[in-house]
């Protein structure tokens, strides 16, 4: 574990001032844990919407091209306007990408919890993962059993956490069922596992009948396909059956969000005794957790006034549920790392793969069932 490279390949996308992005590989100097980091040989890192933001930021990737320096790839693509302004913050830095991963912990700090992990298997996150190694403070790692295969380790924080911050705020908010949108996703699989284990009714929105045979065949009681014309009476069936007053939609842009309150007020309002020109007094919340659509959030108010459309964030969430129940849900994650949590890959590729044009297109399409997971040592 001492014959380590002097340099260490990185991933990194920059902003330029002219409206340019920039993304490319580097060779920087190996970094040398402080005492109480560890040094990781980065065996897998998953491509997640939540990378792609950074990765690509606002830029027109119609118009991305390929070149090289020193001899490692570049991809340079044209910023409009209004993604400019919208990047103002970062421009002239040099940013790395990867939110979590998974490797093989090669040098250790002098800390007794550094050196605990040297020589093991661990999860990452803390950014700056698309790269062959990763030094970072030994909190930030997840201890993984030996022999855990590098795909089943890559994942373990956001997904996994996600889901799971999905069942707490529910309880912790007074609500008894869940709504989800994009569902036929990874964190999708992992939030139908999750709920049918601890009890917890789940009303599953995706957009094809391939999807809704999906989860129906993992164990989804209630799935509802958005693109069906009875679409809003469909799912205001389920919220009826259901009770289920929280949302979590990962979709962002477009009518759903407003849709799935309106919905809610409708199964609220069948449970009334008597009419209100207030509508109903059952609390509704829905919260955005993604972007796949980049548009406006459209809002029809057809759901009374007690509602909240918010915005939801795993880090936030963690911060503020505090220790012991950051150490419970990850515990849950390596004890189900297999089973619940075990994540699906349709494309393995390497550091230089990943800023092939093709490829980018193809992971930048965030299309439901088709995860990339970089490789940076093959």
């Not at 109903?280 to 509602?307: C, E, H, M």
Request: hydrophobic content about 40%; overall charge negative; charged content about 20%.
């Amino acid at each position: 574990m001492t014959d380590l490279p002097d340099t260490n390949l990185v991933m990194l996308t920059l902003v330029k001032p002219e409206g340019e992005l920039e993304v490319f590989l580097e060779r920087r100097p190996m970094p040398n844990p402080a005492p109480h980091e560890v040094l990781v040989k980065v065996l897998a890192t998953p491509i997640n919407p939540s990378d792609l933001g950074l990765l690509l930021g606002a830029a027109d990737m119609s118009t991305a091209r390929a070149s090289t320096r020193d001899g490692l790839p570049l991809v340079t693509a044209d910023i409009p306007a209004p993604g400019m302004r919208a990047m103002a913050g970062r421009i002239g830095d040099a940013l790395p990408i990867g939110n979590e991963g998974c490797g093989l912990v090669v040098k250790a700090g002098s800390s007794p919890e550094a050196q605990a992990l040297l020589g093991k298997t661990v999860a990452l996150i803390g950014g700056e993962i698309y790269a062959e190694y990763r030094c970072l403070p030994a909190q930030m790692c997840m201890l993984l059993p030996d022999g855990t295969d590098p795909r089943d380790g890559a994942s373990c924080f956001v997904n996994p956490l996600t889901s799971l911050a999905f069942t707490e705020t529910m309880r912790m908010e007074g609500h008894s069922a869940l709504v989800h949108t994009a569902a036929a996703s990874n964190l999708g699989q992992m939030l139908v596992k999750i709920c049918a284990k601890d009890g917890i009714p789940l009303v599953n929105i995706v957009r094809s009948e391939a999807q809704v045979a999906l989860l129906k065949s993992i164990g989804a009681a209630h799935v509802i396909n958005s693109s069906d014309e009875d679409f809003m009476d469909q799912l205001t069936a389920a919220l009826t059956e259901t009770g289920a007053t929280c949302g979590f939609d990962a979709i962002g842009g477009g009518k759903l969000a407003g849709q799935i309150l309106a919905c809610m007020e409708a199964a609220a309002v069948k449970r009334m005794a008597s009419y209100s020109r207030y509508g109903s007094d059952t609390f509704k919340q829905v919260y955005i957790y993604g972007a796949l659509d980049l548009g406006p959030t459209i809002l029809n108010r057809s759901f009374g006034l007690t509602w909240s459309l918010s915005g939801f964030l795993l880090t936030p969430f963690l911060q503020k549920a505090g220790r012991e129940v950051n150490m419970r849900l990850r515990q849950r994650v390596v004890d189900e790392l297999t089973t619940t949590f075990k994540s699906h890959y349709s494309h393995e590729i390497s550091l230089t793969d990943a800023l092939a044009l093709d490829i980018i297109a193809e992971y930048n399409a965030k299309r439901t069932g088709e995860k990339y997971l970089i490789r940076p040592h093959g």
